[in-house]
């Protein structure tokens, strides 16, 4: 939120303002999904862009085997949060971005 606060390209955000429903995969019940962060910013051509982001571990973002059940389930109810958001930024003509802490702590080939 710092680095938000202090880039001068970033031209706005807020916190979990939106609220997005979808159908969850293993009640089959209508839920909402809260995007962590709604971001404007200026590209590196000076156009504005609008991205939905999503942070999460790398560990609920990705299936893999040996994964007990209550880590597919929560890997499972990820994805369906994310097809809805996917859908709903399709709609608004904004980008949607899940980022992990490879994305996080990534710099020049190194993580800290």
């Not at 606060?5 to 009640?27: A, F, K």
């Not at 109810?77 to 702590?105: P, S």
Request: proline share 4%; hydrophobic share 40%.
């Amino acid at each position: 939120m710092t680095f938000l606060d202090t880039n001068e390209n970033i031209l706005q955000w807020v916190s979990e303002s939106i609220r997005i429903p979808y159908r969850h995969p293993l009640t089959g019940k209508m839920a909402n999904y809260v995007p962590d962060f709604l971001i404007t910013y200026r590209t590196k051509n000076n156009t504005m862009r609008a991205e939905l982001i999503e942070i999460k571990p790398k560990g609920q973002s990705v299936l893999k085997e040996g994964m007990k059940p209550k880590e597919r389930a929560v890997v499972a109810i990820n994805y369906a949060k994310w097809a809805a958001a996917q859908v709903f930024c399709k709609n608004q003509g904004i980008a949607f971005r899940i980022l992990t802490e490879d994305d996080l702590w990534h710099q020049g080939g190194t993580k800290r």
